[in-house]
C-alpha cells in the first residue's frame, strides 16, 4: 500500500510540473511532457475603423497619404488597383515603370496609363506597403482612385447606407 501512496504522490508531484502519462514500474516507467499551455488572450482591435460618409455626388471621398503626401480619392471597389492622376503621382514622388503606355478602362472611359509601385499608403491608423498602380497618361477621372490594390489588404471593408467602414 505504502509503494501505492508513493507512486500516487510522485504522479501527482510529477502532474503540477507539466508531466502526464507515468506509468506503473511494473510497466515500464514512462514520463510524457504535456504540451505546452499558451493562454490565448482575445486581441483587441488596436486599429480604428475608418468611417466615411457619403458624398453629395454620392461617392466616398478619403484623403490618404501616399508616400506621405495627402492624395485625396475616389474608394473605387470596382478598381483593380489604385489609379493616380499625372498630377497626384508626381507629387507623390511615384514614378512609373519601364514600358510602353497601356489602355485603361475607367468608369470615365479608356484612357493611357503605365503601371507604378506605391513604396507606402496610409489611411488612417491603416498602412499598405508595395501596392500596384496605374498612372493615368491621357484623360481619366479627375480625382485618383483607391482600388483593391489597397482595400483587399485591409481587414474589411463594409458599407452601410450612407457610411463606408475601413477596418
Do not use: C
Not at 507539466?18 to 505546452?36: C, E, N
Not at 479608356?110 to 491608423?125: F, P, Y
Amino acid at each position: 500500500m505504502a509503494a501505492s501512496l508513493s507512486f500516487k504522490s510522485f504522479s501527482l508531484a510529477l502532474a503540477a510540473l507539466g508531466f502526464t502519462g507515468v506509468a506503473p514500474p511494473s510497466g515500464g516507467a514512462r514520463v510524457v511532457p504535456l504540451p505546452a499551455v499558451i493562454p490565448v488572450v482575445a486581441a483587441e482591435d488596436t486599429i480604428d475603423p475608418l468611417t466615411l460618409t457619403r458624398a453629395h455626388d454620392g461617392l466616398f471621398y478619403v484623403t490618404a497619404k501616399v508616400n506621405g503626401v495627402p492624395i485625396r480619392f475616389v474608394v473605387d471597389t470596382g478598381a483593380n488597383v489604385v489609379v493616380l492622376t499625372k498630377e497626384d503621382a508626381l507629387a507623390a514622388g511615384v514614378e512609373k515603370a519601364a514600358g510602353p503606355s497601356r489602355a485603361l478602362q475607367t468608369a470615365a472611359g479608356e484612357s493611357g496609363m503605365h503601371w507604378a509601385k506605391i513604396d507606402h499608403v496610409t489611411i488612417g491608423d491603416h498602412a499598405v506597403t508595395s501596392a500596384d498602380a496605374a498612372i493615368l497618361t491621357g484623360n481619366g477621372p479627375p480625382h485618383s482612385l483607391l482600388g483593391q490594390s489597397v482595400l483587399s489588404r485591409l481587414d474589411s471593408v463594409t458599407m452601410r447606407g450612407n457610411r463606408l467602414e475601413l477596418r
